[in-house]
């Protein structure tokens, strides 16, 4: 099994910046992709970001420009630093890793995190 669990969330004033964290633990093998999910209030979770096996991470266009995510195979870990913050991204953020393997045969399986509050104030 994966295990993910994200971090790195709090209350910054709009404009600000925050770095979030996942850390991803347990069989890594097979990973297809990796990515950031947000659900705000009284919405449907959304995708941030999603990175691939290439290396090439398609944003949100919401976040275009503002956010970046980067990933470290040495320490398994995701992380997507947020900058220039807005209101708007007040969510709460969910790593979410995808993974393909023949006991499954080939078909993706998706793990979560429990969730990291990010709340922007104005």
């Known amino acids: 099994q994966v295990q993910l669990m994200e971090s790195g969330g709090g209350l910054v004033q709009a404009g600000g910046s925050l770095r979030l964290s996942c850390a991803v633990s347990?069989?890594?093998?097979?990973?297809?992709?990796m990515g950031w999910y947000r659900q705000a209030p009284g919405k449907e979770r959304e995708l941030v970001v999603v990175?691939?096996?290439?290396?090439?991470?398609n944003y949100a266009d919401s976040v275009k420009g503002r956010f970046t995510i980067s990933r470290d195979s040495g320490k398994n870990t995701v992380d997507l630093q947020m900058n220039d913050l807005k209101t708007e991204d007040t969510a709460v953020y969910y790593c979410?890793?995808?993974?393909?393997?023949?006991?499954?045969?080939?078909?993706?399986?998706?793990?979560w995190g429990q969730g990291t509050q990010v709340t922007v104030s104005s």
């Open positions: 979410n890793v995808e993974r393909r393997t023949w006991t499954n045969y080939g078909r993706p399986i998706n793990y």
């Open positions: 990175l691939g096996n290439g290396g090439h991470a």
């Open positions: 347990g069989d890594t093998s097979d990973i297809s992709g």
